[in-house]
């Protein structure tokens, strides 16, 4: 059973004046309601001008019956964050899946099947496309700890330099930049380009600076 606050995909099965009846793909199926007063924060007059049968939603689990095995979902609760950040770990997941099962496929007289690798790497990565994301960027070192064939985590981190780039950030910025040397030009573009910012002349005193990093912060 889902914990209570927790996010869940919920497909709506079957609607009624005083709620709807769901299942939880994440669960087997597991059956839900959905109270007519979880619908939404303003009162309903009806409740097909926000849900329909086959759609679906995510919500938050807030009442959890486990003699019962009973669940009840809330749509109301979910804020737009929130919802975004499931959406986007489910669409992380897949992804995270795909790419093992390719790099299984490149590996000949594979013993170990999918979901004991699948175990064995979320127990040290947390997920399966975290994995990936750091054989990427760490190489061997990444995978040390982990106990899978080498072929494999050889092509783990093959397959995941081919799918997964260092995110980047573009910086610009102007700047009035003043040097009293009778080389000032070639002085200031040699100080600055030390650190890999590109500089264009916009005429005295004024410069662009550009710089490629990987993130905001250290840009």
């Known amino acids: 059973l889902p914990d209570e606050n927790e996010l ?25 309601f959905l109270h007519v007063s979880e619908v939404a924060s303003r ?20 009442r959890v019956d486990r003699t019962k095995g009973q669940v009840d979902v809330s749509l109301k609760r979910v804020s737009e964050e929130e919802k975004k950040q499931k959406l986007e770990l489910i669409r992380t997941e897949k992804r995270g899946e795909m ?13 170990a099947d999918a979901a004991t690798l699948k175990s064995v790497i979320e127990a040290e990565f947390g997920d399966i496309y975290s ?54 030009l070639a002085d200031l573009k040699r100080i600055l380009e030390q ?7 916009m005429g005295a005193p004024r410069y662009q600076l550009s710089l490629t990093a990987s993130d905001y912060k250290k840009a």
């Not at 869940?8 to 839900?32: D, Q, R």
């Not at 650190?195 to 002349?201: A, K, L, N, P």
């Open 43 to 62: 009162w309903i007059k009806n409740i097909h001008e926000f849900i329909s049968e086959g759609q679906r939603h995510v919500m938050k689990v807030y």
């Open 195 to 201: 650190e890999g910012v590109i500089v264009h002349y």
């Open 131 to 184: 994995c990936f994301k750091e054989a990427s960027f760490g190489g061997e070192k990444a995978l040390e700890k982990i106990d899978i064939p080498k072929e494999l985590k050889a092509k783990i981190i093959e397959v995941g330099k081919k799918s997964i780039k260092k995110p980047t950030v573009d910086v610009k910025a102007m700047a009035s930049l003043v040097c009293y040397n009778s080389t000032g």
């Open 8 to 32: 869940v995909i919920v497909v709506i099965k079957k609607i009624m004046p005083y709620g709807a009846f769901c299942i939880l793909p994440e669960y087997n199926n597991l059956e839900s």
């Open 99 to 111: 790419l093992l099962e390719q790099a299984m496929k490149s590996v000949p007289d594979l013993k």
